[in-house]
């Protein structure tokens, strides 16, 4: 079974940057997407970024658009979350996820909190 773990989060001030990043355990991917999900307190859990695995085509959400970066790193199995120009709206908990046999695998979770 496929497992996420998380890294990079923490405590930053408006202006700078953090890489998250979601190393995959269980199976290689192929042909998967890992997206990017955020949840700030009190809200519902949102799409962020998104990124396939084979080609390397990423998407985002408004919100992130020029500021975030999806990438992966296949040789490592890994995908990675770039976020420049942090803003205080981006506090959340953030979570890579993959979809493995029909079921949502999420990650561990890695706070990210921006200071104004």
């Known amino acids: 079974q496929v497992q996420l773990a998380q890294s990079g989060g923490g405590l930053v001030q408006a202006g700078d940057s953090l890489r998250l990043s979601c190393v995959a355990s269980?199976?290689?991917?192929?042909?998967?997407?890992v997206d990017w999900y955020r949840q700030a307190p009190g809200k519902e859990r949102e799409f962020v970024a998104g990124i396939w695995w084979r080609g390397g085509e990423n998407f985002y959400t408004a919100a992130v658009q020029g500021r975030f970066t999806a990438s992966r790193d296949t040789a490592k199995n890994s995908a990675y979350l770039q976020m420049d120009s942090l803003k205080p709206e981006d506090t959340a908990i953030y979570y890579c996820?993959?979809?493995?046999?029909?079921?949502?695998?999420w990650g561990t979770g890695t706070q990210v909190t921006v200071s104004s």
């Open positions: 996820t993959v979809t493995d046999h029909g079921r949502d695998i």
């Open positions: 269980g199976r290689t991917f192929i042909n998967d997407r």
